[in-house]
């Protein structure tokens, strides 16, 4: 299994960031997906999870009403749109697959995104 996730950067607080992760080696339609980030120093949380249709999905509460995650099955592609971004965002941004009741051990190097105030 292959993931690749992209569209990190550096943005000022407030702004926007669209990131991408493509999969491969799986059959993309069958699984959940995540949205994990871990801050320099810090533990890696869940941030956004999209069930295998994209019909239900559930947020970590510090990035509820400002983070949106969506995935084209077409594409075996999972996107996190991030707004109303504040320095606290910052980390490196990983997307997993859910692999039964946990995830699958292949983080892929992930996107930095660093929000600057």
């Known amino acids: 299994v292959q993931l690749q996730a992209s569209g990190g950067g550096l943005v000022q607080a407030g702004g926007s960031l669209r990131l991408s992760c493509a999969a491969s080696?799986?059959?993309?339609?069958?699984?959940?997906m995540g949205w994990f980030r871990q801050a320099p120093g810090k533990q890696r949380e869940l941030v956004a999870f999209i069930n295998n249709s994209g019909g239900r999905t559930t947020y970590e509460d510090s990035v509820k009403g400002r983070f949106i995650i969506s995935r084209d099955n077409a594409k075996n592609t999972v996107y996190l749109q991030m707004n109303s971004l504040k320095p606290k965002d910052t980390a490196v941004y990983y997307c997993?697959?859910?692999?039964?009741?946990?995830?699958?051990?292949?983080w892929g190097q992930g996107t930095q995104v660093t929000v600057s105030s």
């Open positions: 080696g799986i059959i993309f339609r069958n699984y959940g």
């Open positions: 997993n697959v859910k692999w039964g009741s946990s995830w699958l051990d292949a």
